[in-house]
């Protein structure tokens, strides 16, 4: 099987760079957005473009290439392979994480994410999905809304940073499992006190592990066993993050769900993405086919460019967001 990391077609990316860009004022932006809004049920999509302003690294700058050229992820069956291969994968994740943690729990939602809640809270949009795994979509709409109203009312299609899980089912809080990381690396957890201490900044991933230094060594760090798999008589350190790793496929029922979201809904609006991720640019499809007009809101190139039925903006969405809501609610 061939893994890659998703990207845009080639093809795009030089047609895009031919196409005029089709930049719009501010105002006349807020006012497309919120006619479009105001006549009904609207799915929302969004990606790692809203969370730019609180800090999160997008992985795709604003010509729709990597900006890091020689990010290379671990991919899932590196993961989780049952070997002495297998675990050193995991020291080397599962140290970069716990590094890179520190900074993710930092993050706080940007006034894109405060405005998307305000209008799903006033009832102006419908249930978001978010390819987003960071959870600032949700650290928002809990200000205003109880867990499970958010939980019901987002959808994360790649899973989320604040879980982990085993490969036999069982599921903990990131920061339950963050504190066993730390039990079990003590000169790690100084090391990590120490940044915390000084307020210095590890420069991080989007999926927050961390980029370390070439001559670090992993092989002495430590990855906690499963304790419910303990308690069930089997040890097991294959664990790894609730979120959907390059090489892995999503869950049956979050894509499920993620149909019916967008079959549901009167209309799309997707914003902050580039849609490179084929589980995100399906849903575009799915409404395309439908017949349900769509919004793109986004700088620079994206999978949707030149597909016939997408109405594009390209404005930043801190620029337009606060206003939108002004204008709807
Ligand atoms: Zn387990």
Same mark, same amino acid.
């Given at each position: 099987?061939?893994?890659?990391?998703?990207? !845009? #077609?080639?093809?795009?990316?030089?047609?895009? *760079?031919?196409?005029?860009?089709? +930049? %719009?004022?501010?105002?006349?932006?807020? @006012?497309?957005?919120?006619?479009?809004?105001?006549?009904?049920?609207?799915?929302?999509?969004?990606?790692?473009?809203?969370?730019?302003?609180?800090?999160?690294?997008?992985?795709?700058?604003?010509?729709?290439?990597?900006?890091?050229?020689?990010?290379?992820?671990?991919?899932?069956?590196?993961?989780?392979?049952?070997?002495?291969?297998?675990?050193?994968?995991?020291?080397?994740?599962?140290?970069?994480?716990?590094?890179?943690?520190?900074?993710?729990?930092?993050? !706080? #939602?940007?006034?894109?994410?405060?405005?998307? *809640?305000?209008?799903?809270?006033? +009832? %102006?949009?419908?249930?978001?999905?978010? @390819?987003?795994?960071?959870?600032?979509?949700?650290?928002?709409?809990?200000?205003?809304?109880?867990?499970?109203?958010?939980?019901?009312?987002?959808?994360?299609?790649?899973?989320?940073?604040?879980?982990?899980?085993?490969?036999?089912?069982?599921?903990?809080?990131?920061?339950?499992?963050?504190?066993?990381?730390?039990?079990?690396?003590?000169?790690?957890?100084?090391?990590?006190?120490?940044?915390?201490?000084?307020?210095?900044?590890?420069?991080?991933?989007?999926?927050?592990?961390?980029?370390?230094?070439?001559?670090?060594?992993?092989?002495?760090?430590?990855?906690?066993?499963?304790?419910?798999?303990?308690?069930?008589?089997?040890?097991?350190?294959?664990?790894?993050?609730?979120?959907?790793?390059?090489?892995?496929?999503?869950?049956?029922?979050?894509?499920?769900?993620?149909?019916?979201?967008?079959?549901?809904?009167?209309?799309?609006?997707?914003?902050?993405?580039?849609?490179?991720?084929?589980?995100?640019?399906?849903?575009?499809?799915?409404?395309?086919?439908?017949?349900?007009?769509?919004?793109?809101?986004?700088?620079?190139?994206?999978?949707?460019?030149?597909?016939?039925?997408?109405?594009?903006?390209?404005?930043?969405?801190?620029?337009?967001?606060?206003?939108?809501?002004?204008?709807?609610?």
């Amino acid at each position: 099987m061939r893994l890659s990391v998703p990207n !845009i #077609p080639p093809s795009i990316l030089s047609k895009s *760079a031919l196409r005029k860009t089709q +930049g %719009v004022s501010s105002a006349e932006a807020v @006012q497309r957005i919120a006619s479009f809004l105001s006549l009904g049920h609207t799915a929302v999509l969004t990606g790692a473009g809203v969370s730019v302003d609180s800090g999160v690294k997008a992985y795709r700058g604003k010509d729709g290439r990597y900006m890091n050229p020689d990010y290379k992820p671990i991919f899932y069956q590196e993961l989780i392979e049952d070997s002495p291969r297998g675990y050193s994968f995991r020291q080397r994740y599962w140290l970069r994480s716990y590094i890179g943690f520190l900074p993710v729990r930092r993050t !706080i #939602p940007n006034p894109t994410h405060h405005a998307l *809640a305000a209008l799903q809270h006033a +009832g %102006v949009v419908g249930p978001l999905i978010t @390819q987003n795994v960071d959870g600032l979509h949700h650290a928002a709409l809990r200000r205003i809304l109880s867990e499970p109203e958010v939980d019901q009312r987002i959808l994360e299609l790649h899973g989320s940073i604040f879980k982990v899980n085993c490969q036999h089912g069982h599921v903990y809080p990131r920061t339950v499992f963050q504190a066993w990381l730390g039990e079990a690396n003590p000169h790690w957890r100084t090391f990590l006190a120490e940044l915390e201490r000084t307020g210095a900044q590890p420069k991080t991933n989007p999926d927050g592990d961390v980029v370390l230094d070439e001559s670090v060594s992993y092989d002495d760090f430590v990855v906690p066993h499963c304790p419910s798999c303990e308690g069930e008589g089997r040890r097991n350190s294959i664990i790894k993050p609730d979120f959907v790793f390059f090489g892995e496929t999503i869950r049956q029922d979050v894509k499920d769900r993620s149909y019916s979201i967008v079959e549901g809904a009167n209309r799309l609006f997707v914003i902050g993405t580039t849609l490179a991720t084929y589980s995100a640019f399906r849903l575009l499809k799915r409404a395309l086919e439908l017949r349900k007009p769509v919004l793109y809101l986004n700088v620079g190139p994206t999978r949707a460019d030149g597909l016939p039925g997408v109405d594009k903006l390209e404005i930043p969405t801190s620029a337009v967001m606060a206003d939108v809501v002004h204008a709807v609610v």
